[in-house]
């Protein structure tokens, strides 16, 4: 897919992205396999140091990463201060996000690096949105085979290494589609597939003239959103999101839409003419329940809501204090419950609670800095369209949990594969 003159593929960085954008570890080889996986891609990131030094020199927009970079210090220093400050000494806030942020930087430079290094490959950043996408459309895939294939799903629990929360999660009907070959896949996964969508509707314009390749972006797409519901509802509906945020771009930015809209159409009519055999297969089963909630709410006169979303909003009923919201409290995980501090799922309100407004600040800004400079400083109108879509989608789910600390790396990673004549403006011909 992509049109050979402008863009191929690296199968061996398809491969390796495959398994380290959901990687699982066998049950009994865990500590073997982890000294394996992080031992290998270590040393490469360390035997190719010069590479990612010639990266980031000549990435189009290495002064706002290293603004970015300066962000992250300070937040840092957030969060290591609030619980000193406060004298709770809760660190786990730490020891968690840290170890994410660690696994997810070399997990996603590791693909990056293997992309910068082949020749052949003319536009780096369009290889990586690519590589990411078949990576989670081939994570769906699997999902929905071994959702078909019960026998598979067994066998996998019984081989790979999950915690005992997340076997318990698991064992409910209704959470069936939640599985693939990581074990449970949840809200990360699923916002993993909406970042897949953002990337997807960037190439379908860039190559809107190769009907090969926009047939391929909308079956991806539409692999991804299938993700979304199978994983989490709130994915779903952030997902439905960004496809409409993609189309309207779409729609503003050519005349010549005729390709889209037959493609448009087709899915439309196909949805109609199987939506009533499917509605009641789906209402009779618990699994498939779940993961079609939001359509089947809306169907039935409730609205684009569910259960989720129903207890998301009473979360949203919580008083801050005026000092809390500007220090915070220093209290990441209630050492009562184990649970989050003061029972609170939302990404954000956790770390105002934790570390107050200033420290939330500077953690958005590591994210959101270097995107808010491509969407001044760009003419390319694609790359702004992609920085803006990237920056509502981080928003959107930090209003139900935390996604900042998966989606830095990605991000940090395709960003750094921008040349300067990509930054320039893209004529669509």
């Not at 992250?72 to 969060?79: A, M």
């Not at 779940?290 to 259960?307: A, C, H, Q, R």
């Not at 998966?406 to 594969?417: R, V």
Request: proline share 1%; hydrophobic share 50%.
């Amino acid at each position: 897919m992509i049109h050979k003159k402008n863009h191929n593929l690296n199968i061996f960085a398809l491969g390796v992205s495959i398994y380290l954008i959901n990687s699982f570890y066998f049950k009994d080889y865990v500590l073997i396999q982890q000294l394996l996986v992080w031992g290998t891609t270590g040393l490469f990131l360390f035997f190719n140091i010069n590479v990612l030094s010639s990266m980031f020199n000549k990435c189009a927009i290495r002064k706002k990463i290293s603004e970015a970079a300066l962000f992250f210090i300070l937040f840092v220093l957030f969060s290591i201060l609030s619980p000193i400050a406060h004298l709770t000494f809760d660190f786990s806030f730490l020891s968690t996000t840290f170890l994410k942020l660690l696994s997810g930087f070399v997990y996603s430079l590791v693909p990056a690096v293997i992309i910068f290094k082949d020749n052949r490959i003319i536009s780096k950043f369009d290889s990586y949105l690519l590589t990411f996408s078949l990576s989670m459309a081939c994570y769906v895939v699997g999902s929905l085979i071994i959702y078909f294939i019960p026998s598979l799903r067994d066998v996998i629990i019984s081989s790979i290494y999950m915690s005992e929360k997340d076997l318990d999660i698991i064992s409910y009907s209704y959470y069936a589609t939640r599985f693939g070959w990581a074990g449970l896949s949840s809200f990360t996964t699923s916002m993993k597939c909406v970042l897949g969508i953002a990337f997807l509707q960037f190439l379908l314009i860039k190559y809107i003239d190769n009907k090969k390749d926009i047939f391929g972006c909308i079956v991806l797409v539409l692999l991804l959103l299938i993700g979304c519901f199978m994983y989490a509802r709130t994915g779903a509906l952030i997902g439905l999101i960004a496809i409409l945020m993609g189309l309207f771009n779409i729609f503003s930015k050519f005349k010549r839409i005729k390709k889209i809209i037959k493609y448009i159409i087709i899915i439309v009519v196909v949805f109609i003419a199987i939506a009533p055999f499917f509605y009641d297969v789906i209402s009779n089963n618990h699994a498939l329940s779940w993961m079609f909630e939001l359509l089947i709410n809306y169907k039935e006169g409730y609205g684009f809501v569910t259960d989720s979303s129903d207890g998301l909003l009473k979360m949203y009923d919580i008083k801050i204090k005026f000092d809390t919201f500007l220090i915070g409290d220093g209290f990441y995980i209630d050492k009562a419950t184990g649970g989050y501090y003061m029972k609170n799922d939302i990404g954000f309100v956790r770390m105002i609670l934790y570390f107050g407004i200033f420290g939330l600040i500077t953690q958005y800004l590591t994210f959101v800095a270097p995107l808010i400079g491509t969407i001044k400083q760009s003419k390319n109108s694609l790359l702004k369209m992609l920085s803006i879509s990237l920056i509502i989608i981080l928003l959107l789910f930090e209003m139900k949990g935390e996604t900042w600390v998966t989606m830095l790396p990605y991000t940090f990673s395709l960003f750094l594969l921008l040349k300067g004549e990509e930054h320039k403006a893209y004529e669509n011909k």
